[in-house]
């Protein structure tokens, strides 16, 4: 079983940075391509970035050029680099396995961009 707990959010001005992290239990961890999904109010959860075992990345159009995502297999822990953020980035941000896995989801952390 992995356990995941995401931190790091906040509130933010617009044009602001935050970097969220993402740390899991679990010897497995490692082997899992692992993905950073947001939810906003009333609207489906997306994933956003997502970054394979072996470190490649890829991006929602939205957010390429400002968000960056990695991860430290030694430290069981997956990050979300945030910069220029936009009232529209406002959302609750999850990490999970790609394609999520339904056991995984934790409690997720809050992003607010607001001037």
């Known amino acids: 079983q992995v356990q995941l707990v995401e931190s790091g959010g906040d509130l933010v001005q617009p044009g602001g940075s935050l970097r969220l992290s993402c740390a899991a239990s679990?010897?497995?961890?490692?082997?899992?391509?692992m993905g950073w999904y947001r939810q906003a109010p009333e609207k489906q959860r997306e994933l956003v970035a997502a970054i394979t075992s072996g470190g490649s990345t890829n991006y929602v159009d939205s957010v390429k050029g400002r968000f960056t995502i990695s991860r430290d297999n030694a430290k069981n822990t997956v990050y979300l680099q945030m910069n220029s953020l936009k009232p529209e980035d406002t959302a609750a941000y999850y990490c999970?396995?790609?394609?999520?896995?339904?056991?995984?989801w934790g409690q997720g952390t809050q992003v607010t961009v607001s001037s």
């Open positions: 999970n396995t790609m394609p999520p896995s339904r056991g995984y």
């Open positions: 679990g010897s497995i961890f490692k082997i899992y391509t």
